[in-house]
């Protein structure tokens, strides 16, 4: 990666609190890798051979419950490593990463992580505080899922989204990489049916714009009010 200059990852969290040769030493490790929209990185369950930075795009992390029925659990966007099975202590992934736009990625094998985490104390600070951060994130999640309406999951969901990934446009802010109505049943537990019914009477009262894999929040502030925060 020696066209890649260690001053564009400096401010992100794995390197924030690293010096320039560290951050170079780290680089002259990585190899570079693309993935197509709706690619899997890498499915649950698999060997955890190499981890990663993304660099530019948007992951969903997908869970496969017992029946088969597919669970996005969270989206990974652009500045975070991912893949990153041993910061749990496994060798193997506990999720599908699939590339909810192009990716473009930095790609380490895992038998260098012992030796950054080490080696680079900053990078093993910044990195727990993420794993911490995914956590948090997933257990907010848990307690939706469990005591609110299909209303307020479906607008929190979206408010998430735009928060991580908003791009602001002439008629409000838009979730910055390709997204499906079936997408938001499987982040929010309900059926296409029920995503499709809001969306469209959302639509009608001028809260977003859904069209084929784009929602662009019209009126955020009313979403904020249906979420209950």
Known sequence: MHRLDESLLAPLPPFSFLERPQIRAILDRATSRRFDEGVS?????AAANSFYLLLDGTIRVVKITPDGEQVTSLHIPAGQLFGIAPSLGRDTYP???IAASELLTLCWPTSLWHSFVTDY???ATETYKTVGNRVAEMNNRIVEMSTQHVEQRIARALL????????????????????????VSEMTGTTLHTVSRLLSAWEKDGLVNS???????CDPHRLVVLGGA
């Open 211 to 217: 069209k084929r894999k784009k929602i662009i929040v």
């Open 160 to 183: 998430r989204l735009v928060k991580q990934s908003g791009k602001k446009t002439e008629i409000g802010i838009e979730i910055d990489f390709p997204i499906t109505r079936q997408d």
């Open 121 to 123: 104390p900053g990078f």
């Open 95 to 97: 999720a599908t990463a």
């Open 41 to 45: 990185v890498f499915e649950e369950g």
